[in-house]
Nanobody
C-alpha cells in the first residue's frame, strides 16, 4: 500500500493550496483518511479527517478554512486549504486506515498507512 501526496509549495498569506493524496496497492481499500502536519519544533497533529460514515473532523485553527474530501473513483483524497496563514507552514502528510467508520476511531487509534509528506510554506 502506498500513499503519495502532491500539491504542496510556497504561497503568500491569504492564498490557497490543494493537497492531494493518491492511494495505490493491490486490493487496497481504506475507509477513513486524514491529513496530519508537523510544524517546526512541534509535535505532529491531526489537521482534518474524514470517516467512513462521512463525518469530518478539523482542528480548531483550520475550521472554516480547510476542507477534506475524497474521490472514490480515483482512490484519492484532498485537502483544500484557503486563507492560508504563516502558522500553517508545515510538512503535511496524508494517512488512511482500513477500519474507520467513526472519527473517534481515528482519534483513538490513529492510522494504518502513511504518505511521506509534502511541504507547505506560507509567507507573510
Amino acid at each position: 500500500v502506498r500513499l503519495e501526496e502532491s500539491g504542496g509549495g510556497l504561497v503568500q498569506a491569504g492564498g490557497s493550496l490543494r493537497l492531494s493524496c493518491a492511494a495505490s496497492g493491490n486490493n487496497f481499500d481504506f475507509s477513513a483518511m486524514g491529513w496530519y502536519r508537523q510544524r517546526l519544533g512541534k509535535e505532529r497533529e491531526l489537521v482534518a479527517a474524514l470517516s467512513e460514515s462521512g463525518n469530518t473532523y478539523y482542528i480548531d485553527s483550520v475550521k472554516g478554512r480547510f476542507t477534506i474530501s475524497r474521490d472514490n473513483a480515483k482512490n484519492t483524497f484532498h485537502l483544500q486549504m484557503n486563507s492560508l496563514e504563516p502558522e500553517d507552514t508545515a510538512m503535511y502528510s496524508c494517512a488512511a486506515r482500513a477500519d474507520g467508520e467513526h472519527i473517534s476511531t481515528i482519534l483513538n487509534y490513529g492510522m494504518d498507512f502513511w504518505g511521506k509528506g509534502t511541504l507547505v510554506a506560507v509567507s507573510s
